[in-house]
């Protein structure tokens, strides 16, 4: 049977109203989804003014010759190309991923063993929790400064006690004067900051694992590191990630320690990414050139955050 | 909560209106006083005075910082305008600058340091006429101020005064050792530290940072002229490594002899900052080291039992003679100011001899000469200790000595490239030829970006 042109036609107007994607959007809001414009409007201008436009003005301004108060020149990929090649700045990238993954290394180790000896029958567990969340809860500075103080060669405690109250070493440590050390000394004292968040994050997730699954791993003869490795660590996995993902995010601009231990120094052994962008920016005026710097590794760290993202989410399919 | 707020919320809870006629009065009721109150604010500006953003230099000598402020403030008492005071202090004071000039909201009058009218020329205003007012009554400037201040044949900047450092020594181990002062680096210091020094009592000959810091980049310029070379040609053109390499590779060498070899140095100099010699002097572990007034202030005023027994002498020289670094406070006006007049008259007020004479009183020997006649008060003659401090500031030469004072000679000076450059054969084990080589590099790269 053959159908005209006409009735096609007919059939067609007559047969189910086609909707554009807006209306379906309409439907789904609801009602009153105009309203719903409106009060998604700061956010979405807020974000627009305050993180995409400094985020884009920054990438622009990487790829101009730019000094404080002067008009920036477009000179493209000039800024990254110079500093692919520059001998500071490859030493700085080194620095940073010795200063970020050492640190996260240990905080990690120090965060699991924290939050396991207080998920066990310790007495007075909200004492020593609240004990070891002081260094993340004191500002940075304050820590720094402090910290400063203890290293130092003459007058620090550290040395002090080392050789005058325990006569452990025959003469104190320069902690802060040697590439060695104070790289060490920059690390550690990342890590006594830092290592109280990975704690209490684990902290949480266990508290979350039954009390069964432990039973019943113990029933089928599973050993304490048998069930650390197939309860403990799979049921606060997710977390683990989250975690050494942030802190890897927040070691890797962490400026403040180094600046007010080191300002990067001895001879730049201790020059890390954030304290290098400071000081072209600040101290050379190119603010051009300190963009690019600071934009240098953000494809690195976004696929590192990529494919966390990823691995986590598999992991929450399975 | 406003009650026409509160009367519709009533309202809305009761069923009387429907959520979107809430909403909407809501929005007319609080978009109405915004507006109102933007209205009372505008009211209120237009009957406040004119008011100034100053910003001044928060010295180590706390005397002096309450000097400063109580003139400026007398000063805006008297012409009835506002001073919003602003401090900034060795750590933060350029990134203020750096930061409030790309926001275009820079102060209209800041106190800035030497390499100010330099950094922020394209800011600042013209201030020539001000400058040469001042000058000239009283006897010129100071050969080093007029030239860290005039760029181009104009004044960017109104000299005040100089912070200049000296060499400390401790008077009693000297005398004790029946030595006298050294006038020279090498053998002077060595031997006179060598002499005096007793390790097994954390006592150190000498004490001097090659770190990144103010001090160890200042003592690396100076060594640097010391030996006849310097990281500038007379041209402004990179020397390091090449036209002056002998004579810098001499002066690097005995730096960092200093640490590594005859071990006059306490062992974490090298970490040290800008305070670290400060305390460790007034500690009693160091016979000597290079500073500016404020550690004698900081005794002085503390009364501490080390003010009677230290002296200060001009800084040991080299080979090629002895020099230091130029210091020069001077007050700028920026280009957004649209008080310029006010600025210029407020220069003039704080520059009068006698507020001058007071601010320089209280800070103990910090706020040295810029201009000639300065140099003849016979504040200068009230204190032994003092004597050293005004010679060194009349024989001092600014960065880029021998060339001109330039925007990559600044850089240069910025970025740590000389204290790098001591540091990478300190503890990085680099032989000084190519520490040399490497900063000589950096020196050169700096001077291309800043020329194009």
Not at chain 1, 120 to 123: A, E, L, T, V, Y
Not at chain 2, 106 to 109: G, M, S
Not at chain 2, 237 to 244: E, G, H, S
């Given at each position: 049977m053959s159908i005209s042109t006409a009735e096609l036609g007919a059939k067609t107007a007559l047969g189910p109203k086609r909707e554009g994607p807006l209306v379906g959007l309409a439907r789904m809001l609801g009602p009153d989804h105009r309203l719903g414009y409106l009060f998604i409007l700061p956010t979405v201008v807020l974000v627009l003014a305050l993180v995409a436009y400094p985020f884009c003005y920054a990438i622009y301004l990487s790829l101009t010759r730019k000094y404080v108060g002067v008009p920036p020149v477009f000179v493209g990929f000039d800024n990254y190309v110079k500093l692919t090649f520059d001998g500071f700045f490859q030493r700085a990238v080194v620095n940073s991923f010795i200063f970020t993954f050492g640190s996260v290394a240990v905080k990690l180790v120090l965060g699991m063993v924290m939050a396991l000896v207080l998920t066990?029958?310790?007495?007075f567990r909200s004492f020593w929790t609240g004990v070891l969340l002081i260094p993340w809860v004191a500002p940075t500075v304050v820590s720094a400064l402090n910290f400063l103080w203890i290293f130092d060669y003459s007058l620090g405690v550290l040395n002090y006690m080392l050789v005058k109250v325990f006569h452990l070493l025959p003469q104190g440590v320069g902690w802060l004067s040697e590439p060695g050390t104070a790289m060490a000394s920059v690390i550690g004292v990342n890590i006594w900051r830092g290592f109280p968040f990975f704690g209490i994050s684990f902290l949480a997730g266990l508290r979350a694992i039954p009390a069964e699954m432990y039973e019943a791993a113990a029933v089928d003869g599973a050993g304490p590191l048998l069930r650390f490795r197939h309860v403990t660590l799979p049921g606060i996995r997710n977390i683990l990630i989250i975690v050494m993902l942030l802190s890897t995010i927040w070691t890797f601009n962490d400026f403040q320690i180094v600046y007010i231990l080191t300002k990067g120094g001895?001879?730049?052994?201790?020059?890390v990414l954030p304290v290098f962008t400071y000081e072209i920016a600040f101290g050379a005026q190119r603010l051009g050139e300190a963009i690019a710097v600071a934009l240098y590794m953000l494809p690195a760290l976004a696929a590192v955050i990529i494919v966390l993202a990823r691995y986590m989410r598999q992991g929450r399919s399975r | 909560m406003d009650s026409r707020l509160k009367d519709l919320a009533e309202k809305l809870d009761t069923g009387l209106i429907a959520r979107r006629e809430f909403l909407r009065k809501a929005a007319v009721v609080t978009g109405g006083t915004a507006a109102g109150l933007q209205a009372l604010s505008k009211m209120a500006g237009a009957q406040s005075q004119t008011k100034l953003r100053v910003w001044l230099f928060k010295s180590f000598v706390t005397a002096g910082n309450d000097v400063l402020e109580k003139q400026i403030q007398n000063w805006a008492k008297d012409r009835k305008v506002t001073a919003e005071i602003d401090w900034a202090t060795f750590g933060d004071r350029e990134q203020k600058f750096v930061a409030a000039i790309e926001a275009g909201n820079?102060?209209?009058?800041a106190e800035m340091q030497i390499l100010g009218p330099m950094r922020y020329k394209a800011a600042l205003r013209d201030v020539s006429k001000v400058a040469g007012d001042i000058a000239s009554a009283r006897g010129g400037m100071l050969p080093f101020a007029d030239k860290a201040m005039k760029l181009d044949g104009k004044f960017y900047g109104v000299p005040r005064y100089s912070m200049t450092t000296v060499f400390y020594i401790r008077k009693d181990i000297m005398e004790a050792k029946g030595l006298k002062p050294p006038t020279v680096y090498d053998p002077g210091v060595v031997e006179f530290a060598r002499k005096t020094q007793d390790v097994s009592k954390g006592l150190y000959g000498f004490g001097q940072t090659l770190n990144r810091s103010d001090d160890g980049n200042g003592f690396m310029q100076n060594i640097l002229w010391n030996y006849g070379g310097g990281a500038w040609d007379k041209d402004g053109?990179?020397?390091?490594?090449?036209?002056?390499r002998d004579q810098n590779l001499k002066a690097l060498q005995f730096a960092v002899d200093t640490i590594t070899?005859?071990?006059?140095?306490?062992?974490?100099?090298?970490?040290?900052?800008?305070v670290s010699n400060n305390e460790a002097f007034m500690a009693g572990n160091l016979v000597t080291t290079n500073n500016g007034a404020s550690l004698y202030y900081a005794m002085v005023a503390k009364k501490h039992e080390l003010a009677s027994k230290t002296l200060l002498v001009l800084t040991p020289g080299g080979p090629a003679g002895s020099f230091v670094g130029s210091s020069c406070y001077n007050w700028g006006i920026f280009q957004k100011s649209k008080y310029a007049d006010l600025c210029e008259d407020m220069i003039r007020y704080m520059e009068d001899e006698e507020r001058f004479a007071e601010y320089m009183k209280v800070s103990v020997g910090q706020?040295?000469?810029?201009?000639?006649?300065?140099?003849?008060?016979p504040y200068w003659k009230s204190d032994p200790n003092f004597n050293a401090i005004m010679q060194n500031i009349i024989r001092s030469v600014p960065t880029g000595y021998p060339g001109p004072v330039t925007p990559a000679a600044v850089e240069v000076y910025a970025q740590n490239t000389l204290t790098d450059m001591a540091g990478r054969v300190v503890t990085a084990g680099l032989s000084p030829e190519a520490a040399l080589k490497e900063a000589h590099a950096r020196v050169e790269e700096i001077y291309k970006a800043r020329r194009s």
């Open positions: 066990s029958g310790i007495r001895p001879g730049g052994a201790t020059q | 820079p102060p209209d009058i053109k990179p020397a390091l490594a090449t036209t002056f070899k005859q071990k006059i140095q306490p062992p974490g100099v090298m970490g040290w900052t800008d706020a040295g000469p810029v201009y000639k006649k300065r140099t003849e008060n």
